[in-house]
């Protein structure tokens, strides 16, 4: 099972960037898919997740407003769409799978899979 991701880079304050995760070795549309991020000398932490249907979403309120999470059950991908992006957002962003059936979905421990993790930067 391989999770990559892609879509990271240098952006300007204010931008926007992309971040996508495809999952392969197996399917995952009946599982929770998230996002989280690592800063330098930082823990971890949850930015955003969506149901294995996609009517659930959940954001850290650090990100809520600015970015959107989705998912394309037939490619098998998940998206992360982040605009007004700040200097604070930069980071390594890593793509997981929850494969579990608790809605804790904010909580790393939860996630089985994770992918390599692109890099963010945002300047100022």
């Known amino acids: 099972v391989q999770l990559q991701a892609s879509g990271g880079g240098l952006v300007q304050a204010g931008g926007s960037l992309r971040l996508s995760c495809a999952a392969s070795?197996?399917?995952?549309?009946?599982?929770?898919m998230g996002w989280f991020r690592q800063a330098p000398g930082k823990e971890r932490e949850f930015v955003a997740a969506?149901?294995?249907?996609?009517?659930?979403?959940l954001y850290a309120d650090s990100v809520k407003g600015r970015f959107t999470i989705s998912r394309d059950n037939a490619k098998n991908t998940v998206t992360l769409q982040m605009n007004s992006l700040k200097p604070e957002d930069t980071a390594v962003y890593y793509c997981?799978?929850?494969?579990?059936?608790?809605?804790?979905?904010?909580?790393?421990?939860?996630?089985?899979?994770w992918g390599q993790g692109t890099h963010v930067t945002v300047s100022s």
């Open positions: 070795g197996r399917t995952f549309s009946n599982n929770a």
């Open positions: 997981a799978v929850d494969t579990g059936s608790s809605y804790s979905y904010w909580l790393a421990s939860n996630y089985d899979y």
């Open positions: 969506i149901s294995w249907s996609g009517g659930r979403t």
